[in-house]
């Protein structure tokens, strides 16, 4: 509000304006840095303050070249050494105010100098009373650090949106120069507080320092192994490889380079690291009971597997003891807190919470291809037998082995393959040719497994039942003799259902693999990672469509960061427990050869497996050749929703064609997705062209759809279906036993433990268990899908409403869901282990539920 005082200036009265900052001083998880504040303090007290100058959104500074818009005076933050108030756990409201200058105007921006000891984070600035327009409001949501560590000023811009051609001529430069700050010089090693945005190959998966052993090969920047970029950190090379990039020791994890504002938030960090101190004590605590066991690396039985979800006892304090040097105390407060599960228990696992065997069955075995935590891969059956499409001169004949009479008995009696193919009735999971060209030489270590094909039948009710696994090998002559292949068909007793449940197991292991690298990491995680970076190299935080993206990107870059560091680096988590092993990675970048940004939309990719046909008397305008497919019957409902939403979104700032192609922002940053972020790509002509509205809305909605439904769908599964490894086995330590083989009598003798002898040992179940629990939580300050951190987050009402509307849908879409799970004619929808299908619920409660649509690749 304006006040009037009266000063010897012959009582001229001059006037005022308040504002009110709201920020979050520096912190260590839930707790103030101490020392920050009282250095803060400190440089208050010397007159190092706090200042913000207002940037005029009308009136240029007749002293600068160019059009800048006008300065104000400098204005501080009131009462810093006095104010204790908190709106939040962490937010701090401060007064400020301003000298109204009437050649300011309007504000379209402020400009804001710490001179303090310390960062702060900045969430909000508003304005009240401004004459001539009342209110404005900036959305700031960015650590600011002392003046020092920058080389130019740090701007924001009010809460109003605009296209390039429309942004206010003041505000132009300021528009122009926060991008270049952005963008970097891509040189130098980056610190904490640079705020730049740069693309890397993937050069620092590998450790060569350490010996050949942790060598990996650069992804990324060769026809040999194409890869999406990632977040460039400007860490030196190794000695051993001048082409790759240093690493931190393990204990530095945390100072991983990512642009600041692109870190976990301070209660995402707190439950990301007790949780993760959790899961390894939950991994050591077992490993040292298992000492005293006459087979320490294994599970003798699947009650023995059991014992994982009770509690442990405590081991003395010498353990402790060692935990504690390594990691601060209010780490260890947070694994204490209530959570639901005791310290030392894994959560019971939904796939076994109502029946502990009914995983083992054919009809659940099918029924996770389509609703389980893997359901992108199944694909309608167009020839028998099924072919493959690896180079002949260098795989030799790698066509499947499956018969007629392997399959043709089980087709309910009334169908011949050819008919069961025309009615679309036969299906295969597939994972042949991705696994056969690393196959000999991951079978070189201590894996043993195979490339497999399973095929499947639609039956009557509409669940799928399978007919027969092919298991095939490289020729023991050589490559190009093509693959050794054997075929398995059901059978439910004696040793033939012991037989039927290892392949099982073998085709369960291929899908495991393949769903860790290439549906979750691959085609989520690493693949939106160049969409974060061009995003805020190209535009601005004025752009709508940086308004409409920013949300879907938040954690990203930090999650893909922490996995690079402990999870997909040579020698990491993935590599210890997922067949590929030091293979793993280049595995997904034989597979990103074949990724297609348009089949990333659900209806392409779809129709593509053939699951789908088009049918414009269809709801979305497809038609499902398996009706009762849960994720694609929900994730339909959902990408319809998310394409409403753009559409209307765009076509409010898009009034034509014409004004996306005359967009230089918009233009520059699919130019530089295409060429720079997938810049292996960059040559393929399915790339929108972005000339139209229809081109814009599409990307828009493939964008937020790989962001938010497709990672939840593939990501929020892992715990309930793989936290019991017999269930999702990772990788298989021997072959199929032959009759007369000492493994092939105690298949006979104890079915149990020859099973477990021959998937995931104990150690790396226990590692696998950990990291999926963690992967599978929802963190407690999460945002889901038609969610926002602000209610203001654009001044412009018409998209508030639609956004609004977009809300509405998703929550008609919840009960939709409800409703079809407690349907019992939607068979897949529960299925024998009875867990209904939840993974496209768009919201959720906080931790492990096994439902909700984040609106990011956040974890």
């Known amino acids: 509000m304006f006040r009037k005082i009266l000063g010897g200036n012959g009582g001229k009265s001059e006037k005022k304006i308040r504002g009110t900052v709201v920020l979050m001083k520096k912190n260590v998880l839930d707790f103030n840095d101490f020392n920050a504040s009282v250095l803060d303090r400190v440089h208050e007290l010397l007159g190092e303050k706090v200042s913000l100058q207002l940037v005029s959104a009308v009136h240029a500074d007749p002293t600068e070249k160019g059009l800048r818009g006008k300065l104000g005076k400098p204005a501080y933050l009131e009462d810093w050494i006095t104010t204790i108030s908190s709106l939040t756990p962490g937010d701090t409201a401060y007064e400020v105010e301003f000298d109204w200058q009437e050649d300011i105007g309007i504000p379209g921006a402020f400009i804001i100098s710490n001179l303090h000891h310390s960062e702060f984070y900045l969430k909000t600035f508003t304005l009240q009373d401004v004459p001539g327009h009342g209110r404005i409001h900036f959305v700031c949501n960015s650590w600011v650090y002392p003046a020092e560590k920058y080389k130019s000023d740090r701007v924001f811009f009010t809460n109003q949106t605009y296209l390039p051609c429309e942004t206010p001529a003041a505000l132009i430069q300021y528009r122009a120069e926060e991008l270049v700050q952005l963008r970097g010089n891509g040189t130098g090693k980056l610190e904490e507080w640079d705020r730049v945005y740069d693309y890397a190959y993937y050069n620092d998966l590998g450790d060569p320092d350490r010996g050949s052993k942790y060598a990996r090969p650069v992804l990324g920047g060769s026809s040999d192994y194409p890869y999406p970029r990632r977040g460039r950190t400007g860490r030196p090379p190794t000695k051993a490889d001048p082409e790759t990039e240093s690493r931190l020791p393990l204990l530095m994890s945390l100072n991983l380079y990512v642009p600041r504002d692109e870190r976990f938030g301070h209660l995402k960090m707190s439950d990301f690291l007790a949780f993760g101190l959790k ?322 939309a659900l209806p392409e990719d779809l129709i593509k497996r053939g699951m789908a046909v088009k049918d414009t008397s269809a709801p979305h305008g497809l038609r499902l050749l398996i009706k009762d497919y849960p994720y694609a019957v929900d994730g339909l409902k959902i990408w319809s929703a998310i394409e409403t939403w753009v559409k209307d979104y765009c076509n409010f700032y898009y009034k034509s064609d014409g004004m996306v192609q005359e967009d230089t922002e918009l233009q520059s940053w699919w130019k530089e997705l295409r060429e720079e972020g997938h810049g292996d790509k960059k040559n393929e002509p399915w790339w929108p062209r972005m000339q139209s509205r229809r081109e814009l809305i599409e990307s828009c909605t493939i964008i937020v759809w ?77 945002f889901y899908l038609g969610q926002r951190d602000t209610p203001e987050w654009t001044n412009d009402m018409e998209p508030l409403k639609a956004f609004g509307r977009f809300g509405e849908r998703l929550g008609e879409i919840e009960n939709e869901i409800v409703k079809m799970n407690s349907d019992e004619k939607w068979k897949n929808r529960v299925g024998p282990v009875k867990v209904p299908y939840t993974l496209l619920y768009p919201t959720s409660e906080g931790g492990l539920t096994g439902k909700g649509i984040p609106n990011s690749v956040s974890i």
């Open 279 to 600: 899961s390894i004590v939950q991994v050591l605590l077992p490993a040292f009971e298992g000492l005293a066991d006459s087979t320490p690396n294994e599970f003798d039985s699947f009650n023995d597997m059991m014992k994982l979800y009770g509690g442990f006892k405590l081991p003395g304090v010498p353990l402790l003891d060692h935990v504690e040097e390594k990691i601060p105390l209010e780490f260890l407060k947070e694994l204490l807190r209530t959570d639901g599960e005791g310290f030392t228990k894994y959560p019971m696992p939904q796939v076994i919470k109502v029946d502990k065997s009914a995983w083992r069955t054919d009809k659940e075995f099918a029924r996770e291809m389509v609703a389980g935590m893997n359901p992108v891969n199944i694909s309608r059956l167009q020839e028998f037998p099924p072919t493959s499409k690896l180079d002949l001169k260098i795989y030799g004949n790698q066509s499947s082995s499956i018969s007629r009479n392997d399959v043709e008995y089980n087709l309910d009696g009334t169908h011949i393959v050819e008919q069961a193919i025309k009615t679309h009735r036969l299906f295969i999971l597939n994972h042949h040719d991705t696994v056969m060209p690393y196959l000999r030489r991951i079978n070189s270590t201590s894996t043993k497994m195979y490339a497999t094909r399973t095929l499947l039948f639609l039956q009557n009710d509409g669940t799928l039942k399978p007919l027969a696994i092919e298991l095939s090998l490289p020729h023991p002559k050589g490559d190009q003799f093509g693959a050794t292949s054997k075929v398995y068909t059901p059978a439910e007793h004696g040793v033939e259902g012991s037989i039927w449940q290892l392949a099982k197991a073998y085709a369960a292991v291929n899908d495991t693999g393949v769903h860790q690298l290439i549906s979750h990491w691959l085609n989520t995680h690493a693949a939106i990672e160049p969409f974060v970076i061009a995003t805020n190299r190209q535009l601005s935080v004025l752009h709508p469509i940086y308004k409409l993206l920013h949300p879907h990107f938040r954690d990203t870059m930090n999650i893909n960061a922490f996995a690079r560091q402990i999870v997909i680096n040579g020698g990491g988590l993935l590599e210890e427990t997922v067949f590929p092993g030091r293979y793993a990675m280049e595995m997904s970048s034989l597979v990103y050869k074949n990724w297609v940004f348009p089949e990333q």
């Open 706 to 782: 790989i962001a938010s439904a497709l990672h939840a769908a593939v990501n929020f599964g892992q715990y309930p279906y793989a936290g019991y490894l017999p269930n999702r086995p990772t990788l298989s330590r021997r072959l199929m036993p032959e009759p007369g083989s000492r493994e092939y009598e105690e298949l006979k003798s104890n079915p149990e433990k020859a099973f477990l002898r021959t998937v995931t040992p104990q150690l790396q179940t226990l590692l696998g268990i950990s990291l999926i629990e963690i992967l599978s939580r929802h963190s407690s300050d999460e």
